[in-house]
C-alpha cells in the first residue's frame, strides 16, 4: 500500500509562486509516475502535471510555461514548481502515484490565490 503525504499549499497573492511536494513510501512495484491533478470550486478534476521514471513530463496546456514539474526518484518525491499564480488556479491539488500498474492518490493540497 502506497502512502503519499502531500504539502505546500497555502495562499499566495495574484503573481506569486507555490510549491508542492508529494512524498511516496511503501512502493511495491516501483514508482513510475508521478503527478497532480487539481480540482477547481464546481469543475471537474483535470490534470495538471506529470513526470515518468525516464524524466519526460506532461503538462495541461493552462500552466504550460508557468509550471515545473520535477522528481527526486531516489526519494520518491514529487514537485510542483507554480509561478505566475492567478485566481484562476485556486483549487485542491491532488497528488497521484502509479507504482506498477496500480494508482494512488493523497488526500490533496489547498492552493488559494488571491486577487
Known amino acids: 500500500q502506497v502512502h503519499l503525504e502531500e504539502s505546500g499549499g497555502g495562499l499566495v497573492q495574484t503573481g506569486g509562486s507555490l510549491r508542492l511536494s508529494c512524498a511516496a513510501t511503501?512502493?511495491?512495484?516501483?514508482?513510475?509516475?508521478m503527478g497532480w491533478y487539481r480540482q477547481a470550486p464546481g469543475k471537474d478534476r483535470a490534470m495538471v502535471a506529470s513526470?515518468?521514471?525516464?524524466?519526460?513530463?506532461r503538462y495541461a496546456a493552462f500552466v504550460e510555461g508557468r509550471f515545473t514539474i520535477s522528481r527526486d526518484s531516489a526519494k520518491d518525491t514529487a514537485y510542483l514548481q507554480m509561478s505566475d499564480l492567478s485566481p484562476e488556479d485556486t483549487g485542491l491539488y491532488y497528488c497521484t502515484v502509479k507504482d506498477g500498474y496500480m494508482d494512488y492518490w493523497g488526500e490533496g493540497s489547498q492552493v488559494t490565490v488571491s486577487a
Open positions: 513526470i515518468r521514471d525516464d524524466g519526460s513530463t
Open positions: 511503501g512502493s511495491r512495484f516501483g514508482i513510475n509516475l
